[in-house]
């Protein structure tokens, strides 16, 4: 026994004493379970049928007050957690806080009240079983996702990484949560670039160090216009030393074929990362890079580890994984592209050969434009200086 009277016993303290004292033994009963160690099976079987009778004889303040005590206890079985979560009230989130084990059901049912304030609590607790998170990640809100993207105890893979990505593009507070994550694929954070803090953009780059890329159709632009890196980078150089940012503008978009919204990001990121990606794109080096950089940083700080940063991804980057980055933000290919090897084509499927072909020539068809835009401007370059 845990140190309660036989039930008898209660039900004449309650006949005796009238409802306060149903309130006053109720709220000493689960006080006196919460502070005891894990009971046994007699122990426990007996206290829940207590509780079972002591609940509807007491009031409601009474009620909330005993079920605040009891959700302490260092173990409830199904059915204790089912009388503290009908008799909580409003004090839910102070359960979902605090109480170190609660059963899936339990959760499972406080899901289903689409709360949102009340499902975010969940998405923080640890050890989620792979049924809630599997929950949790169709609800289609931020708190959640907010939630689920600071808990260190969710690994992000397959289509909960792909969820947590666009999440991230669309809430700043999730990608934050995602860059400052030891375990999280920084690559994945492209959507969410210019939301970054600048160290946080530098892993997202870092991210690409001898990473495989799938080929765009923008890497047939810049095998062509890449003959004209010296000229591009001396043109740079000359608009952000007099800090023409509308014209480093049409110039990106012109060569890039991004819309003139994403080259303006580019053109005012005074970080300077963004541009890096541009220019390592051309490929160009640390050398003439760096220079390029240092005009475009803000002069208000000192950026000289910043620069070594980039001097070392000058060197580890490769340029094909930089016109990736600018195929996805001109929306040529998705963030589920990443890693995808190509892929072998059996023998005999001679109509899926010829839907890639198809495949394939449309995206040559649509780059086209883009290419003799750059080829103009990559001209106008070499004609000018």
């Not at 409802?19 to 829940?48: G, H, M, S, W």
């Not at 050969?353 to 780059?367: C, G, I, N, Y």
Request: charged letters at 25%.
């Amino acid at each position: 026994m845990i140190g309660f009277q036989p039930y008898e016993t209660f039900k004449l303290l309650i006949e005796n004493g009238g409802i306060e004292r149903a309130n006053t033994l109720l709220v000493a009963a689960c006080d006196a379970f919460a502070q005891r160690p894990k009971p046994d099976y007699a122990e426990l079987q007996q206290f829940e049928e207590l509780a079972e009778r002591l609940f509807p004889s007491a009031e409601s303040e009474a009620r909330t007050r005993a079920a605040l005590k009891l959700m302490n206890a260092p173990y409830l079985s199904p059915r204790l957690e089912r009388l503290v979560m009908d008799n909580i009230g409003e004090d839910v989130d102070q359960f979902l806080a605090e109480s170190e084990e609660v059963s899936d059901d339990i959760l499972l049912s406080i899901i289903a009240k689409n709360d949102a304030d009340q499902i975010a609590k969940i998405a923080t607790r640890p050890n989620l079983s792979s049924k809630l998170v599997a929950t949790l990640f169709p609800i289609n809100s931020r708190k959640v996702y907010r939630a689920l993207a600071a808990n260190p105890s969710i690994e992000f893979k397959g289509p909960y990484l792909r969820a947590i990505s666009k999440a991230a593009g669309m809430d700043q507070k999730v990608a934050w949560s995602l860059a400052a994550r030891d375990d999280f694929d920084k690559a994945y954070l492209l959507h969410a670039f210019f939301d970054l803090k600048e160290s946080d953009r530098i892993k997202v780059l870092a991210a690409f160090e001898n990473r495989y890329t799938p080929k765009t159709p923008m890497h047939r632009t810049f095998e062509h216009i890449s003959v004209a890196t010296s000229e591009f980078t001396q043109a740079m150089m000359k608009l952000l030393s007099k800090n023409q940012r509308p014209k480093v503008t049409r110039l990106l978009s012109q060569v890039t074929g991004l819309d003139e919204l994403k080259c303006g990001e580019i053109a005012h990121d005074v970080s300077g990362a963004a541009l890096f990606v541009v220019l390592r794109a051309f490929g160009c080096k640390a050398q003439d890079g760096l220079k390029v950089l240092i005009h475009a940083s803000s002069r208000d700080r000192d950026n000289s580890k910043d620069l070594k940063q980039y001097a070392h991804l000058f060197q580890h980057l490769k340029p094909e994984a930089m016109v990736f980055i600018l195929s996805l933000w001109r929306g040529d290919v998705e963030l589920s592209d990443l890693d995808k090897k190509t892929e072998h084509m059996p023998a005999g499927r001679q109509s899926i050969r010829t839907l890639a072909a198809a495949s394939a020539a449309k995206q040559r068809a649509q780059s086209s434009d883009v290419l003799d835009r750059a080829a103009n401007a990559v001209s106008r370059l070499r004609n000018s200086r």
